[in-house]
C-alpha cells in the first residue's frame, strides 16, 4: 500500500462552500487559494488533492476568524453527502448493517481517514483515525467534523432518536467547546486519546434499531458499485509523512509499529518495509517524533520533568535525563534554563 497524491471527493468541500456563503464570506478567494473553480467543485464526480484542501481550510480560517468552522460544516452534511455509500446505508436493514456498510466503504467517504466500527455486549464504537499526513489545522478540522456529521447522520438515520454516547477527542478542548451543547446526547471529552482520532461509545445494540427505508434489492445493487468503485480506489502517498504525523499527533506515550500498521491493515513487517523504502525506519521517526515532543513540553514551563517523562512514555525521570541528553548534550533542566534566559 502506498500513500501519495490521494484526491477526496470535492461534494463536502462544496457544502462547506455553502456554509461559507451563508456567513458572507467571499468564498472565491478560497477557491482561488485551493486552485479549484466553483463549477468544478460543484461538480458531481469531481476530486481534490489533499494539498488543495488544505490550502482551502487555511485560507476559510484565515478569512473568517472562526475556530468552529466544521461543527457548522458537519451539520450541513447529510447521509445523501455520501453517493452510493449514503444510499446503501439508507437501504439497509437496520443502523448496525448500515454502520458497518460505512465503515467497509469509508475509502469512498474520506480517504483520509479510516473509520472502524465495533460492537461488544451492549455496547458500540465508531471510531476514526487519519491514514495520510495533514497538517495539525486541517487535522482537527476534518476530525471534528467527522464528529459532527457522524452524530447527524445517526440522527437522521434513526429519525432522530439517536440514543446518549461518550465522544472522546484526541485534540485539546477547544475555544469554542461550549457549542458541543447544540448535540446534547453527546457526552464530550477532549484530549483523552492517546492516538490521533476520536471515538463515539454508545450503550446500545444497534442491531435492535431498524430502519425505515430498508430495500434488500436495493442495497444490494449499492453495494456492488461500491465494491467495484473500491477496488479501483488506490490511494497513493509517502507511508512515512503519515506515521511521522501519528507520532507527533500522539497523546500519552507513541504509538508502536504494530499499532500503526494495524491501522492500515498492513503487518509491521509491510509498514516497516515501506518506510525503508522511502529511507527512514520507525525507530528514527519515533526518535524524532520524542525529542521534538519533548523541547516543547519542556519550553512550555507547565510540567514537571518527571510528568514529562511519563508523558512520553519513559518509566521514569532517569530513563528521560539520559535520552535527553544522548541527544541534545543537555540534562532536561540545563536545557529549560538556557531557554529561560535566551
Known amino acids: 500500500m502506498s500513500l501519495a497524491t490521494v484526491e477526496v471527493p470535492a461534494r463536502y468541500y462544496a457544502r462547506a462552500g455553502e456554509v461559507l456563503l451563508r456567513m458572507g464570506v467571499d468564498i472565491t478567494r478560497i477557491l482561488k487559494a485551493a486552485r479549484i473553480s466553483l463549477e468544478r467543485i460543484n461538480h458531481p464526480d469531481a476530486m481534490m488533492r489533499l494539498d488543495q484542501v488544505e490550502a482551502l481550510v487555511a485560507e476559510a480560517f484565515a478569512l473568517t476568524g472562526r475556530t468552529d468552522l466544521a461543527l457548522d ?6 447521509l445523501s ?3 452510493l455509500v449514503g444510499y446503501g446505508m439508507l ?3 437496520d443502523a448496525d448493517y448500515a454502520l458497518r456498510l460505512a465503515a467497509r466503504f469509508f475509502k469512498l467517504i474520506m480517504p483520509a481517514f479510516r473509520m472502524r466500527y465495533r460492537t461488544r455486549s451492549g455496547f458500540a464504537e465508531i471510531a476514526f483515525t487519519p491514514v495520510l499526513s495533514m497538517s495539525r489545522l486541517c487535522f482537527q478540522f476534518h476530525l471534528e467534523t467527522l464528529a459532527v456529521a457522524t452524530h447527524w447522520e445517526l440522527r437522521e438515520l ?3 432518536r439517536i440514543p446518549d454516547y461518550d465522544l472522546y477527542y484526541s485534540i485539546p478542548e477547544p475555544p469554542h467547546a461550549a457549542r458541543y451543547a447544540e448535540m446534547p446526547e453527546a457526552r464530550c471529552h477532549f484530549g483523552w486519546e492517546p492516538t490521533p482520532g476520536l471515538r463515539m461509545v454508545f450503550a446500545t445494540d444497534f442491531r ?3 430502519l425505515a427505508l430498508s430495500d434488500p434489492s436495493a442495497l444490494k445493487m449499492a453495494e456492488q458499485r461500491c465494491n467495484a468503485m473500491v477496488r479501483t480506489a488506490l490511494a497513493r502517498g509517502r507511508v ?7 507520532l507527533r499527533e500522539s497523546g500519552e506515550g507513541l504509538p508502536t509499529l504494530v499499532e500503526l500498521a494495524h491501522t492500515l491493515n498492513l503487518s509491521p513487517r509491510t509498514l516497516d518495509r515501506y518506510l525503508r523504502r522511502e529511507g527512514t525506519h520507525y525507530r528514527e521517526l519515533a526518535r524524532r517524533a520524542r525529542l521534538d515532543k519533548a523541547c516543547a513540553l519542556i519550553a512550555t514551563g507547565d510540567m514537571s520533568l518527571t510528568q514529562i517523562a511519563y508523558e512520553l512514555g519513559y518509566t521514569d525521570a532517569a530513563n528521560f535525563t539520559r535520552a535527553f541528553r544522548r541527544e541534545t548534550g543537555l540534562s532536561p533542566s540545563a536545557y529549560r534554563r538556557r531557554l529561560r534566559t535566551a
Open 208 to 210: 435492535e434499531h431498524p
Open 158 to 160: 434513526l429519525e432522530g
Open 81 to 83: 453527502s455520501h453517493s
Open 91 to 93: 437501504s439497509s436493514p
Open 240 to 246: 512515512s509523512d503519515w506515521v511521522g504525523m501519528m
Open 73 to 78: 460544516v458537519g451539520r450541513a452534511l447529510k
